[in-house]
């Protein structure tokens, strides 16, 4: 019954592959979000979306692309993957739209890229 | 940019003491919250501050805000081995740029030792 999962927990892979990570929530949220945690803990927004409509997009290199099928579901894809990808990525969600909403977060994919 | 900074970026304590993290932060706002992260896990979310209060309070956990000083702080009382983590204030833009979306500080690491 976890509120917000993602897929994989953990994500080896060589540069210059691509990959995908998968996030679900069962919390009934409308909006949902990614963020990217370095490695000082510094959490910076990545996208945001609303009822599936993209309501942040800041700037990120155009080979992250997020999807979201429906409002439950919010995946994120990333082409031609580079060292610096290398991060914990989190997935988030609200019941509203803005920075008045209290966020749920997933527990991170770990991306290390060789 | 980053718009909250924690102060101090680490401290330990004996279990039983009081903790107390500060945060900073550049422009005006409409509301302050709070997070935990424990090792290796996503971001809980703690206490919500809106601009018009001045001080909250939920379990052994209180808030203050003081907006002409633009800081808040987050003051844990008789602190138990559990609560060591790493705490972080988010704050929302105003009404300027970015308002829709939180900004993170780095955070407060925080050891209880039992």
């Known amino acids: 019954d976890t509120a917000v999962s993602q897929t994989p927990k953990y994500l080896v892979t060589q540069m210059g592959n691509d990959k995908s990570i998968k996030c679900e929530q069962n919390l009934g949220h409308d909006t949902m979000y990614w963020y990217k945690q370095d490695s000082k803990k510094f959490l910076k927004i990545m996208f945001s979306y609303n009822n599936k409509e993209l309501i942040i997009n800041e700037t990120v290199p155009n080979r992250f692309s997020p999807k979201s099928p429906d409002k439950a579901h919010l995946n994120l894809h990333i082409n031609s993957l580079e060292l610096g990808d290398s991060a914990v990525y989190f997935c988030a969600s609200s019941q509203g739209q803005g920075p008045q909403w209290p966020q749920h977060f997933g527990d991170g994919t770990r991306l290390s890229i060789l | 940019s980053q718009q909250g900074e924690e102060d101090p970026q680490a401290l330990s304590i004996q279990e039983g003491e009081n903790a107390t993290m500060n945060c900073s932060y550049k422009t005006s706002i409409n509301n302050l919250q709070w997070y935990r992260q424990n090792s290796g896990r996503g971001l809980v979310h703690l206490i919500l501050?809106?601009?018009?209060?001045r001080e909250k309070h939920s379990g052994r956990l209180r808030v203050t805000l003081d907006t002409s000083k633009k800081s808040s702080s987050l003051l844990i009382t008789a602190s138990r081995a559990a609560d060591t983590a790493s705490y972080f204030c988010?704050?929302?833009?105003?009404?300027?740029?970015?308002?829709?979306?939180?900004?993170f500080g780095k955070g407060t690491k925080l050891s209880v030792i039992p």
């Open positions: 501050i809106r601009s018009n209060e």
């Open positions: 988010a704050t929302d833009a105003g009404s300027g740029a970015g308002s829709y979306q939180l900004t």
